[in-house]
C-alpha cells in the first residue's frame, strides 16, 4: 500500500496524511520494505493526475528529514530534465516551487528553497502551523511526522494507495503497539493499475445512549 500522509489546512483544519505508496499483507499495511524498498509500486496515469493535483492544490508539503533530503535531490534535478515525460516534470516543478516544511531538532537538513525548519511537532507549534497558513498541508512517507500528529490527533485526511501486492514484512504506517484508530471511508476509487485509492477521515466517536 502507499499513503500520501498527512497535512493540516488553515481553512478547512486538514491534517491530510497521504500513504503514498503501501502494500497490504493480511491486515497489515507498509509503506516500504524493511530497507526501503519500494519496487513493487504499481503507477498509471490516474495516479499521476491525483499525485498532481495533490500538491496543486495544498498550500506546503510538510516532511521529515530524510524524506524531505530525498525529495531535495531528485524533485529538483526532475523539474529542469527535458527528458522526463511532461506529467513528471510538471508535478516535480510544483512540489520544487511549493512552501515546504521539514521537521528537524538536529537542523541538519538538505538545502532546498521554500523550506523552512520546525523543531518540535507538539500541538502549539501545529495550531500556529494551521492558523498562520492558507490551504491543505500534505505529508508524504515521513513516519515519524506521521506518528507524532497521530498522537496530538492533528490528522484529519488519511489518503492511502492500496497496491495489490503482499511483501510480508516492512515499515508500516500504524505500529503495532498503536492504539486503535477508528476510521470513516470517504472514498474509494480503483486505479486501472489495480491500485485502489482510499480516502478516510477519523471517525466520530458518539456517546453511547
Request: hydrophobic share 40%.
Amino acid at each position: 500500500m502507499s499513503p500520501e500522509l498527512s497535512g493540516l489546512s488553515k481553512q478547512t483544519g486538514v491534517c491530510y496524511a497521504e500513504d503514498r505508496r503501501f502494500d497490504v499483507d493480511d491486515a497489515r499495511r507498509y509503506v516500504a520494505g524493511p530497507q526501503d524498498e519500494m519496487d513493487w509500486l504499481a503507477l498509471d496515469e490516474r495516479m499521476q493526475d491525483y499525485e498532481t493535483a495533490l500538491v496543486n492544490d495544498a498550500d506546503a508539503l510538510l516532511l521529515g528529514r530524510i524524506t524531505h533530503q530525498d525529495f531535495a535531490n531528485a524533485w529538483p534535478r526532475i523539474a529542469q530534465d527535458d527528458s522526463e515525460a511532461p506529467a513528471t516534470r510538471a508535478y516535480a516543478q510544483r512540489v520544487d516551487d511549493m512552501p515546504k516544511i521539514v521537521a528537524s531538532r538536529s537542523g541538519k537538513t538538505a538545502k532546498w528553497d521554500n523550506t523552512t525548519r520546525v523543531e518540535s511537532l507538539d500541538k502549539d507549534a501545529m495550531t500556529r502551523l494551521r492558523r498562520d497558513g492558507d490551504g491543505d498541508v500534505v505529508i508524504y512517507g515521513s513516519l515519524a511526522v506521521v506518528a507524532a500528529l497521530q498522537a496530538i490527533d492533528m490528522i484529519d485526511e488519511y489518503h492511502l494507495l492500496v497496491h495489490p501486492t503482499a511483501i510480508g514484512e516492512g515499515k508500516a504506517l500504524f505500529p503495532p503497539d498503536q492504539s486503535p484508530i477508528r476510521l470513516q471511508l470517504r472514498s474509494a476509487e480503483p486505479l486501472p493499475s489495480g491500485v485502489a485509492l482510499m480516502r478516510y477521515i477519523p471517525a466520530v466517536e458518539t456517546a453511547a445512549s
